[in-house]
């Protein structure tokens, strides 16, 4: 079984810019989870979608957005992109909603 | 506030002996508490978990050791292995429904052999 799976690997924007993270959770999970790892830090929350309606979310600016598709897999829309979005994002699924997550290996934006 | 902290950011072991990594985490009404393991390059690895009406648990070769009165948890790591080196992370979901989970900075894990 395919883990979760998270597109596109690296990706490299200007400031101002808008990005689309996408994340295909384990067949079967219906919780996606979306976290920021600034290098050397730990992972923060962003959002959490289970069974497509957002159910949590963090201290992030509206500029970051995200949404869970009939499918359960998810994206994470970034708008208006800083220098200080540069970041590994990464995706986590769930079969349920506060149990048992399992990570992607991420996305890794930096924005110039 | 919220935060999981780690009380020391890097950790050196030889191969053979016995790795604790230490964390502190401030929202009492937390109920589950997880670790991470981070390879370089790679997402978080779940490697075990404990729920709060426990205090203790056991998987192959790492323990987790939960005390609520002081609010601290602690992963044990029997007999390291030089594929142990990784960042380490407590995670706690918070009291909030347990819709976010809350990371800790990590420790770094350093193997001798």
């Known amino acids: 079984d395919a883990g979760v799976t998270q597109s596109p690997t690296h990706l490299i924007k200007t400031r101002g810019q808008h990005v689309t993270l996408r994340c295909s959770p384990i067949?079967?999970?219906?919780?996606v989870s979306w976290y920021q790892q600034v290098l050397g830090q730990g992972p923060q929350f962003i959002f959490q979608?289970?069974?497509?309606?957002?159910?949590g979310r963090g201290n992030f600016p509206d500029r970051f957005s995200a949404r869970q598709f009939p499918n359960y897999s998810s994206e994470l829309n970034v708008n208006a992109l800083l220098l200080g979005d540069s970041a590994l994002y990464l995706c986590?699924?769930?079969?349920?909603?506060?149990?048992?997550?399992?990570f992607g290996s991420g996305t890794r934006l930096t924005v110039v | 506030g919220e935060s999981v902290g780690l009380h020391l950011p890097t950790l050196s072991v030889q191969e053979g002996d016995n790795s604790i990594i230490n964390c502190a985490y401030s929202?009492?009404?937390?109920?589950?508490f997880i670790w991470y393991k981070q390879e370089s390059g790679k997402g978080p690895q779940f490697i075990i978990d404990?729920?709060?009406?426990?205090d203790k648990r056991q998987g192959q070769r790492v323990t987790v050791l939960l005390n609520k009165t002081v609010k601290h948890l602690s992963l044990q790591i029997a007999a390291t292995q030089p594929g142990d080196s990784a960042v380490y992370f407590c995670a706690e979901n918070n009291g909030t429904g347990g819709f976010k989970t809350i990371f800790g900075a990590g420790t770094r894990l350093f193997v001798k052999a």
């Open positions: 404990i729920r709060s009406n426990m």
């Open positions: 986590a699924s769930s079969g349920t909603v506060n149990y048992g997550y399992t």
């Open positions: 067949s079967g999970h219906k919780s």
């Open positions: 929202n009492s009404a937390s109920d589950y």
């Open positions: 979608y289970y069974e497509k309606e957002e159910r």
